[in-house]
């Protein structure tokens, strides 16, 4: 890593840095209201999440910060959290009685990745010193959505192809 990206990290003076931490307090909010939501029968789930989220919480400052800058870190949070959190989520709007719209969901989903350098919900880039740095490609179809690479396109396709036209149609009206 170059030095001034090794020194900005041990510092946590570049927006990066503070741009993780943000996300993973936010990861660490909704996954504390949905745990108090959680049902008895979903012990399994929230014994999994607790471990996850005190795994960071007990390091040092220092230590965090080095998970935190990881991408094997936030692969974990995508692989084992993240499914865990949707699944919390999914029981509390059950037990509520509540049945999501999920075309609406999706869009308003999109519609918070399109403010993103990467609209990838599962980009690990962490290239230079910055996000804010990263080229990104704006998707032809619809003219909203960002990506850092091709691949990333690619990854996201399955997902944004179902929203893209109406992102285009919302961009343009």
């Keep these: 890593m170059h030095e ?33 939501q959680a049902a008895a ?16 919480q007990q390091l040092p400052a220092t230590k965090q910060r080095q998970q935190l800058s990881s991408p094997g870190f936030w692969q974990m949070a995508t692989e084992e959290l993240l499914p865990q959190l949707e699944a919390l989520a999914s029981a509390a709007v059950a037990a509520l009685g509540l049945r999501p719209d ?38 032809s179809g619809c003219g909203v959505a960002r990506y850092c690479s091709r691949e990333c396109q690619a990854e996201d396709f399955a997902s ?3 929203v893209c036209q109406q992102l285009g149609a919302e961009a343009t009206t």
Excluded: I, K, Y
């Excluded at 001034?4 to 660490?28: G, N």
């Excluded at 029968?41 to 960071?56: C, E, I, S, Y």
């Design 4 to 36: 001034t990206c090794r020194l900005a990290v041990e510092t946590s003076s570049f927006p990066c840095m503070q741009e993780l931490r943000s996300l993973w307090d936010v990861v660490a909010v909704l996954a504390n209201v949905l745990l108090r």
């Design 41 to 56: 029968g979903a012990a399994a789930d929230t014994a999994l999440v607790r471990r996850l989220l005190d795994r960071l």
């Design 102 to 139: 999920e075309s609406v969901s999706q869009l308003h989903v999109a519609r918070a990745l399109a403010t993103r350098v990467c609209a990838n919900p599962g980009c690990l880039n962490l290239r230079g010193c910055s996000e804010g740095r990263l080229r990104s490609r704006r998707c």
């Design 160 to 162: 944004h192809g179902e």
